[in-house]
């Protein structure tokens, strides 16, 4: 599959678009923007249908409507997004974008990276709870030149909770399958030059068995439970007219149960422990009418317990990794155009040690460059953005971005880019005692792009023709037991995403087709498919408000010692009923058909499941 080898190949995405959303084109009203902004896609507002890179937007609206918990399961729908997990909610997940994995996609909170530098070098979406969330922004694709180390994939970017407006309360109750409940408050709002939220959640499950008993036979077969607290705080103040401090801070702290993988007996009892949690302070200043100057100095820590020792092979691990960043942005207006120019020294260290006595603790210090070029001349946009990265160790590293977009007419919109990224190795790659390698280089990745854009209405479906190459793949190499550059890696495909309102519904859709391939090989890479899709409506009737969706994905590798895993399909449905304008009953059904899938080899998914709500909204 080689779909960027001929115009005619190329020349079948306008015809794809049409074909997949006919009834949207035909219901939409007068072209006209949409009024939803992004920032992550630029590091400055814009309109969603403006910004070059393929990016979509979740508000507070579509979470609300979803009833989702957590954030693999709000992402799930996604266009380019997969997300496998070792058994129920808290359970290790990870996730894909555009075929690259965890490692490879940048996940912001507030702006502050979640990067873990251990031997893992995951990210821990599965503890992210949505009661603390007012927005998610996805970006994909190479935005290295604009983020740095990490954005191969793309960048996730989680917006917490702000206050704005006059003061209101929110609360829900949920209780349903599994033994689950959760309850969650908050409270926002301006009093005067101040702006405060507040929020705190808790979520307990009693959960499942993770592991498969057909397949993996030995391993315990109790329920793996779960348990999440969560909060919020966000305060900011005008000091005077264009100048204002703010103070963010978030945070998890889950406890979770969970299965030996294969390699435990019946009576092993595993547990963990994830706490995380941000904190950052921001002054927004506005110098010149033109000249807009942010100065955020933030923090992140992550925590991560394993406890096995009460197993047939007994063993604990304590990581912590932490991450302190002074980021320095300056915007400034030429009519229609903006300069974007900024410094950024990142300080991050591991903290590590196990029942073995294997110590890791490594610093080091990341200080960077970067600025950008973009706006319009007629139907021409233009965007250019470059970005020097250099690590301690390792050296310095240059990417770029160059997009551009030409307005066909007021509703369709044709935009290209070619663009450049990095990944520096985790120090527990580098450096731990038995699986370290010092001399690995960072993953490098180039990316081409064509896209089309329909907007009009109140809607707007995008898609997009990719194409991305990279060197150097960081991996655990069995020959020599160490992490090191052992491959390359591709990946092609068809991305389409819309969201809008038709026929009085809300609606979002996605369709991903793919070709994630190990280059040294010739083989897919493992865990990732080569479709997927979704569909997803709300349609409000007088008090209540019913919902929907299902999620396709293809059949996929998995790894070299287990079978693949077939394609599934999940459904979901949920209802919603005004007691009041500012109480509502909930409800939703998971998995309705009860489907038994995997999304890794012998680990349990949810059936179907039922849970029932209140919540308080006050208007």
Known sequence: MNIFTSRARLSVLPLALAAAFPVIAQTASSPSQLKETVVTANRSEQLLTEALPHTTVIGRDVIERSQAVDLPSLLASEAG?????????????????RGSASLQVLLLIDGVPMTRQDTTG?????????????????VRGNVSAIYGSGAIGGVIQVFTRNGQGKPLGTARLE????????????????????????????????????????????????????????????????????????????????????????????????????????????????????????????????????????????????????????????????????????????????????????????????????????GTVGAHSLQFNVRRDDADGIGAKTTGYAGYGYQLTPAWKLIASASTAFNLPPLGYLYDLFSGNPALRPETARSAELGLQWAAGGQVVRGTLFKT?????????????????????????????????????????????????DDSTGRRLVRRARSMASLGASLPLGRWQFGGDVRLTGARPDTASNPSLPAYAVANLTARYALTPELALTGRIDNLFDRDYQTAYGFNQPRRGAYVGILWSQK
């Open 175 to 374: 209780v349903g399958s599994y033994g689950s409940a959760r309850a969650s408050a908050g409270f926002s709002g301006q009093f005067g030059d101040t702006r405060v939220a507040l929020g705190v959640g808790r979520h307990t499950t009693r959960g499942f068995s993770s592991m498969n008993a057909t397949q993996f036979p030995n391993e315990n077969p109790d329920a793996d439970g779960y348990r999440n607290t969560n909060y919020n705080l966000s305060i900011s103040h005008d000091l005077v007219a264009g100048h204002t401090l703010g103070l963010r801070a978030q945070g998890s702290d889950g406890k979770f149960e969970f299965d030996g993988g294969g390699f435990g007996s019946p009576t092993d009892i595993f547990k963990g422990h994830n706490k995380f949690d941000t904190w950052s302070l921001q002054s927004r200043n506005r110098i010149t009418a033109d000249w807009r100057s942010e100065l955020t100095f933030s923090h992140g820590r992550e925590r991560s317990i394993y406890d096995a020792t009460l197993t047939t092979f007994p063993y604990d691990s304590v990581a912590l990794t932490r991450s302190r960043k002074l980021n320095w942005t300056n915007s400034v207006a030429f009519g229609s155009w903006l300069l974007t120019l900024g410094a950024e020294h990142q300080r991050q260290a591991v903290d590590a040690n196990d029942s073995y006595a294997t110590q890791l603790n490594r610093t080091r210090g990341v200080r960077s460059l970067f600025g950008g070029w973009s």
């Open 122 to 138: 995951a990210i821990s979406l599965e503890h992210i709870m949505l009661d603390q969330v007012e927005r998610v922004e996805i």
């Open 81 to 97: 997004f997969q997300y496998t997990q070792n058994g129920g909610r808290g359970t290790a997940a990870s996730l894909f974008l």
């Open 469 to 517: 190459h990279i060197d150097n793949l960081l991996l655990y190499d069995f020959n020599t037991f160490a992490f090191n550059n052992v491959s390359r890696a591709s990946n092609q495909g068809l991305e389409v995403s819309y969201s809008g309102k038709a026929a009085g519904a809300d609606l979002r859709a996605s369709l991903t087709l793919q070709d994630p391939t």
